[in-house]
């Protein structure tokens, strides 16, 4: 029997400090025919207050977070191990999107708990079939435990 | 038994030359010999002694050994006679002693008890050896060593700072270029369109470049991860990884005899193996392209004779001689074969820092037409038996 994977979070967090790359992945996703949600956070700061809930509002619930590593203020290394160390938090998948290949990162992320490393890549048709690709895994394939998936509860 | 000595010769004679030709031996020696008693006067000074210490041995004969130890190892000269005093030697002792001029030398210094005829101790003899010149090579080396490291810190400091901040605006470059065609399609001419394809791909290709020059900068750098590996499983993994690209080019790999289990850094040896197989299935235009691997005690390279020596052969297109040098030079690329997608020419300078960071050497042998053998040696750990 399939498990039922119907009402899942499909909003994806895209923690991106450059606005041209967040304009190239929002595009890439609508070549790809994708319709999720993005959010966009432009700093670590600003991904925690929307995970957390921003002034007592509604935490948002993303079925997977796109994180950079090199961003001014809180950057992609500190952002993964606050989120992999709150309870609350930890069991969202975390992506790393950059453009780092440095074996370093991939070992330190990892180590910190993030669920997959995906260097950017070169091309803007290599991003639109990576992000295919990441939607059919987390969205479609891997199941996700569903305490803490505010989404899954009311279904 | 003629041993004994004819009474006429006076014993003063026998005695006398053996002794001045001990002092003169003394007297020529470079390095400074001292005798003192057990108060620590001195006895006895040579020729090098006073060069080193700057004291005549008129001045020093009679006076305290303190004289040329610095004030703040006075403390030394006590346990060196308690030393002696148990009839110990001290063997190369390194210590710093005062010139007469105040200048500090450096010294290796042996000391051994001197006894009387009833080998009671009453004295020591000093061998001391000026290494103040050794000393200060060795603080040079070191001094080079951590500028050496520092340098290091800067270019792995420096790869980091490539990878992110210049490739940061090359990708927006890329986008950009992909936004106009994607939103200006209706508008702009046939030829503004393939001008920003053609700037999207210069920018993508660049891209491509500074990815493979890091990673090569890491590859001279990052520490080798050392573990026991057989080659037959990393050759067999590869032909699996491989299987599509080699069945395309209706390429096989033969490995004629099992190749030895070596200590050795398995990701990268993998790697190099792996762009091995890729150039030898790639330039190539046979019907049936064979990889020979293997693994030989004994090959003959232009410059000598090598041990332990392993090989990857093919029956491809070859390599003219006159590029044999230029093809380990980075972004150095032959002429694509058709229909092969072109690469950014590194394979075979990972393939040659891989193996040099492993202590051996490579080399090529091609006749054009006839195939190319690359063959390298990974002496840095044994190879035992063949597995």
């Known amino acids: 029997m399939q498990p039922d994977l119907s009402p899942r979070p499909q909003t994806i967090l895209l923690v991106e400090d450059n606005p041209d790359d967040h304009e190239a992945t929002v595009r890439a996703l609508r070549r790809a025919n994708m319709s999720n949600p993005v959010v966009w956070s432009q700093s670590g700061e600003e991904a925690l207050e929307q995970l957390r809930g921003k002034d007592g509002g509604e935490p948002l619930k993303p079925g997977m977070v796109l994180l950079d590593l090199n961003m001014s203020g809180l950057d992609g290394r500190q952002t993964l191990q606050i989120i992999k160390d709150d309870p609350a938090l930890k069991w969202i998948p975390v992506i790393i999107l950059t453009t780092s290949g440095d074996e370093r990162d991939v070992d330190s992320t990892y180590q910190a708990g993030a669920n997959s490393y995906i260097q950017k890549p070169v091309s803007f048709d290599g991003l639109i079939d990576a992000l295919k690709r990441l939607k059919g895994y987390w969205f479609e394939l891997a199941l996700l435990p569903r305490n803490g998936d505010g989404d899954a509860k009311t279904s | ?387």
């Open chain 2, 1 to 387: 038994m003629d041993t004994i000595a004819p009474v006429t010769e006076p014993p003063i004679t026998r005695l006398s030359q053996p002794t001045a030709y001990l002092a003169a031996i003394v007297d020529s020696s470079d390095d400074a010999i001292i005798s003192k008693n057990l108060n620590g006067i001195i006895t006895s000074w040579n020729r090098a002694a006073q060069r080193i210490f700057g004291y005549t041995a008129d001045e020093a004969v009679g006076q305290s050994i303190l004289m040329i130890i610095p004030p703040e190892r006075q403390a030394e000269e006590a346990d060196i006679i308690a030393r002696l005093k148990a009839g110990q030697r001290v063997d190369h002792f390194e210590t710093v002693r005062v010139a007469k001029d105040g200048r500090r030398v450096n010294l290796s210094v042996t000391i051994s008890p001197i006894r009387d005829d009833r080998g009671v101790i009453i004295g020591a003899s000093k061998v001391a050896r000026d290494i103040t010149a050794q000393k200060e090579a060795e603080e040079r080396l070191l001094a080079y060593t951590r500028e050496l490291e520092r340098s290091n810190q800067e270019l792995d400091d420096f790869a980091y700072i490539a990878s992110h901040d210049l490739k940061e605006p090359l990708r927006g470059l890329h986008n950009h270029a992909t936004f106009l065609i994607e939103d200006y399609q209706g508008v702009m001419d046939e030829d503004g369109v393939r001008r920003l394809k053609r700037l999207s791909e210069l920018t993508q290709r660049m891209e491509v470049l500074i990815n493979d020059l890091l990673y090569f900068s890491r590859l001279g750098r990052a520490d080798l991860a050392f573990q026991e590996t057989d080659l037959n499983t990393v050759v067999a993994d590869i032909g699996h990884l491989m299987e599509g690209y080699l069945r395309e080019r209706n390429a096989r790999i033969e490995v004629p005899k099992p190749l030895p289990v070596i200590t050795c850094d398995r990701t990268r040896i993998t790697e190099a193996f792996r762009n091995l197989i890729t150039n030898a299935a790639k330039y190539n235009d046979k019907a049936e392209r064979v990889i020979e691997i293997g693994f030989l005690e004994h090959a003959q390279r232009p410059e000598g004779p090598e041990q332990n020596v392993f090989y990857v052969r093919d029956n491809g297109v070859g390599i003219d001689p006159k590029f044999h040098k230029d093809i380990f030079r980075i972004f150095r690329r032959l002429k694509q074969p058709a229909g092969e997608e072109a690469g950014t020419g590194v394979g075979l300078t990972f393939v040659k820092k891989i193996v040099e960071r492993h202590g051996g050497r490579i080399w090529v042998d091609s006749v054009p037409g006839d195939g190319t053998t690359f063959y390298f040696t990974l002496p840095e750990r044994s190879i035992p038996d063949a597995a």
